[in-house]
């Protein structure tokens, strides 16, 4: 299966400044995912990013706060803007490298804690 | 919308216990179903999926799943945990096969006591 890189793994930042989270997979991949698990919380997807179009995003998000790129197939950055403490969660990337649902994989996530 | 509900929050067990933990979907389509692992510290890992075919799904570490439609169930089974399952554990789904991304319940925390 794909194998995912994640950074930072995690990091404490102030209100008010932004963050870039990066995703890097060693193989190319159609879409990939973005999803915040907030404390004590299960997985919200945020948005699908897919190479050469605008990103797809869930309810409740919006391009303004979690603005995310995808310039290539094996990399994607998702920024968490202007952050306020309600934004501390953990922030993952998941990709299905298969195309087929044989089996997402997910990055190590980035813990971010907003003081 | 699509839901997933995971019914134990918290289960604690002593070790050669069984396990069953419960899932249930709102979706009445068809559905590809996936039973995730998290280790404290570690990062989402796979335990076993089902997509068509034999209702009884075994995956990894002796774990088990059985889609019963009918009850729009996917309830996850080990016939005796070990300490080293101590972990969280998440049901989620893909209903959607034109939207692609899971959606996850909200997780059972299982501690196994040695």
């Known amino acids: 299966s794909a194998v995912i890189s994640q950074k930072p793994s995690r990091d404490i930042c102030q209100r008010g400044t932004s963050l870039t989270i990066q995703c890097q997979v060693d193989s190319q991949v159609t879409m990939m995912f973005w999803y915040r698990q907030q404390p004590g919380q299960s997985l919200t997807l945020i948005a699908t990013?897919?190479?050469?179009?605008?990103?797809?995003?869930e309810s409740g998000f919006v391009i303004d706060k979690f603005p995310i790129s995808r310039p290539n197939l094996t990399f994607s950055t998702l920024t968490v803007s202007n952050m306020s403490p309600e934004d501390s969660s953990i922030y993952l990337c998941?990709?299905?490298?298969?195309?087929?649902?044989?089996?997402?994989?997910f990055g190590s996530g980035t813990r971010l804690t907003v003081v | 919308a699509q839901s997933v509900s995971q019914h134990n929050h918290h289960v604690i067990l002593s070790e050669a216990a069984s396990l069953e933990l419960g899932c249930n979907y709102s979706?009445?389509?068809?559905?590809?179903l996936f039973w995730y692992v998290q280790y404290p510290g570690q990062h989402l890992q796979l335990l076993l999926k089902y997509f068509s075919g034999d209702p009884l799904v075994k995956g990894i570490k002796g774990f088990e799943a059985e889609f019963i439609k009918s009850k729009f169930s996917f309830n996850l089974r080990k016939p005796s945990v070990q300490w080293s399952d101590t972990a969280e554990y998440f049901c989620?789904?893909?209903?959607?096969?034109?939207?692609?991304?899971?959606?996850f319940g909200s997780g059972t925390r299982l501690q196994v006591q040695p």
């Open positions: 989620a789904v893909n209903p959607d096969m034109g939207r692609r991304a899971l959606t």
């Open positions: 979706y009445g389509g068809t559905v590809n």
């Open positions: 990013a897919n190479q050469g179009s605008e990103a797809t995003y």
């Open positions: 998941s990709v299905d490298p298969r195309g087929q649902l044989y089996g997402y994989t």
